[in-house]
């Protein structure tokens, strides 16, 4: 069982819908987790990070964290075209040399 | 925004040809990472620095080599490669911060490299 879980998609959501992204991981003590996105040929780019129980929002994008549940979710709001690129959930386990382990991404698509 | 730069960043070589990515970060983070990831597929931790002269192979076997004698510097090198080695290498690299906030990777443009 991998560490990081996530629907490899594609998911696809016509313009304007809202996006709902998944991604649970394994039952080690975690300490931050990240949401990146990756552009076709592209490097990974910071969306959002969350520490803490509960939303966080910045603009059009909400991140949900719940440590009981092992989830965390990322939703975007008004979902635009330029929107479509696969998203990578990334979490940092203390005690891990490794920094951050990453899920395997999921594609969304946004029909316009 | 992060300020980490790859060359090349894009690359035709030979079979056999040895080949080195440079990276260079101008941030002073101590944390430095490569990751190889083929289109459409996962990225993969091949090599970490926690610092200077600290270098550690990462999740996926490599055969790559990679020195840290600078802080901002973090070459990869292949000494022969193969057509199996084609792919994108990112170069990362991230601050130590201490407590419950962690820390963000940050990712270079990438090195594509084919090799034919």
């Known amino acids: 069982q991998k560490e990081v879980e996530q629907n490899s998609g594609p998911l696809s959501v016509p313009e304007g819908a809202i996006a709902s992204l998944n991604c649970t991981y394994s039952?080690?003590?975690?300490?931050?987790f990240f949401w990146y996105r990756q552009y076709s040929g592209k490097s990974p780019e910071l969306i959002m990070s969350?520490?803490?129980?509960g939303d966080k929002e910045d603009g059009r994008f909400t991140a949900q964290l719940n440590k009981a549940s092992q989830y965390v979710s990322l939703l975007i709001r008004d979902s635009q075209p330029s929107d479509s690129a696969t998203y990578l959930c990334?979490?940092?386990?203390?005690?891990?040399?490794?920094?951050?382990?990453f899920g395997s991404g999921t594609q969304l698509t946004v029909l316009p | 925004e992060a300020d980490i730069y790859q060359t090349p960043r894009y690359l035709v070589i030979g079979t056999g040809k040895k080949i080195t990515l440079e990276c260079s970060q101008t941030?002073?983070?101590?944390?430095m990472y490569w990751y190889q990831q083929d289109p459409g597929m996962e990225l993969h931790l091949i090599h970490y620095?926690?610092?200077?002269?600290?270098?550690e192979k990462g999740d996926l076997s490599s055969e790559s080599t990679v020195s840290r004698i600078r802080t901002e510097h973090f070459p990869l090198t292949l000494e022969s490669a193969r057509p199996s080695h084609t792919s994108q290498y990112l170069c990362?690299?991230?601050?130590?911060?201490?407590?419950?906030?962690?820390?963000?990777?940050?990712f270079g443009e990438g090195s594509w490299l084919t090799v034919v």
């Open positions: 969350i520490y803490s129980n």
């Open positions: 941030m002073g983070h101590d944390k």
């Open positions: 039952d080690r003590v975690s300490q931050s």
């Open positions: 620095s926690y610092g200077v002269n600290s270098t």
């Open positions: 990362a690299s991230s601050e130590s911060v201490a407590g419950s906030s962690g820390n963000t990777i940050y």
């Open positions: 990334a979490v940092r386990y203390i005690g891990s040399a490794r920094q951050l382990t």
